[in-house]
């Protein structure tokens, strides 16, 4: 992959996130025993709650009482990656596969979940359903090809049901919703409502771009992100 490039867009929503290759803040904190023990030994000491736990006995290490550590809940990316026809032009197809697969490996490291679908002349395809992120699935990617239209309507209804889907399930969850097209439909497709963060990820040909990520993002109070080169 190459060096990051992105095109920021005004945005209610957060911006920090991948593009190019950012990608979200790591996770701070770690909801298995083992880590919470760890944290709460780094943690700084409450000063207060120690001299009550201590009394009027010499402090000792079981009297040290320490400020709560607050715990990241889990994550979720949903990569939609468009498949269509007009990807396979300038390469853009393979550019995008690559970056979706560099988004699972980066979310595989941060211990985060992930999602894949596709959209394309078959439809919508879920390649990986919501689960922790394993390095190995970007290996998902490499038969996918391309060709035929661009139901982008349809996969952003069922990205938004699979992540209602997750929540109920799993409970809170921070959603990204990523984006991964050319933009050349004449679809009209409303934002999806469930993810906190919406990110476009435009792999227009930058020397003709027709500019429909960006109206997109406008409209849908996303961030636009310009595809790494």
Same mark, same amino acid.
């Given at each position: 992959?190459?060096?990051?490039?992105?095109?920021?867009?005004?945005?209610?929503?957060?911006?920090?996130?991948?593009?190019?290759?950012?990608?979200?803040?790591?996770?701070?904190?770690?909801?298995?025993?083992?880590?919470?023990?760890?944290?709460?030994?780094?943690?700084?000491?409450?000063?207060?709650?120690?001299?009550? %736990? #201590? =009394?009027? *006995?010499?402090?000792?290490? @079981?009297?040290?009482? +320490? /400020?709560?550590?607050?715990?990241?809940?889990? $994550?979720?990316?949903?990569?939609?990656?468009?498949?269509?026809?007009?990807?396979?032009?300038?390469?853009?197809?393979?550019? %995008? #596969? =690559?970056? *979706?697969?560099?988004?699972? @490996?980066?979310?595989? +490291? /941060?211990?985060?979940?992930?999602?894949?679908? $596709?959209?394309?002349?078959?439809?919508?395809?879920?390649?990986?359903?919501?689960?922790?992120?394993?390095?190995?699935?970007?290996?998902?990617?490499?038969?996918?090809?391309?060709?035929?239209?661009?139901?982008?309507?349809?996969?952003?209804?069922?990205?938004? $049901?699979?992540?209602?889907?997750?929540?109920?399930?799993?409970?809170?969850?921070?959603?990204?919703?990523?984006?991964?097209?050319?933009?050349?439909?004449?679809?009209?497709?409303?934002?999806?409502?469930?993810?906190?963060?919406?990110?476009?990820?435009?792999?227009?040909?930058?020397?003709?771009?027709?500019?429909?990520?960006?109206?997109?993002?406008?409209?849908?109070?996303?961030?636009?992100?310009?595809?790494?080169?």
């Amino acid at each position: 992959m190459a060096a990051k490039k992105s095109l920021g867009h005004p945005s209610r929503r957060p911006r920090n996130g991948p593009g190019g290759r950012r990608w979200p803040p790591p996770q701070t904190a770690s909801t298995s025993s083992a880590a919470q023990g760890a944290q709460q030994r780094g943690a700084a000491i409450a000063w207060l709650p120690t001299v009550v %736990a #201590k =009394g009027p *006995a010499p402090l000792r290490r @079981e009297h040290l009482r +320490r /400020q709560p550590v607050a715990l990241r809940g889990s $994550r979720l990316h949903c990569i939609v990656l468009d498949t269509s026809g007009s990807m396979r032009r300038g390469g853009r197809l393979a550019l %995008a #596969k =690559g970056h *979706a697969a560099f988004m699972i @490996e980066q979310a595989a +490291r /941060q211990g985060d979940d992930v999602a894949l679908l $596709r959209f394309g002349g078959q439809g919508v395809e879920l390649l990986l359903p919501p689960g922790r992120a394993r390095a190995a699935g970007s290996q998902r990617l490499r038969p996918v090809g391309g060709g035929g239209g661009t139901p982008l309507a349809e996969a952003l209804v069922q990205a938004e $049901r699979l992540l209602q889907r997750t929540l109920r399930k799993s409970g809170p969850t921070e959603c990204w919703l990523w984006l991964l097209t050319d933009g050349r439909t004449l679809e009209q497709p409303q934002a999806p409502l469930t993810p906190q963060h919406l990110v476009i990820v435009d792999f227009d040909d930058p020397h003709k771009s027709l500019g429909r990520c960006a109206a997109w993002a406008a409209r849908w109070g996303a961030e636009h992100r310009l595809a790494p080169a």
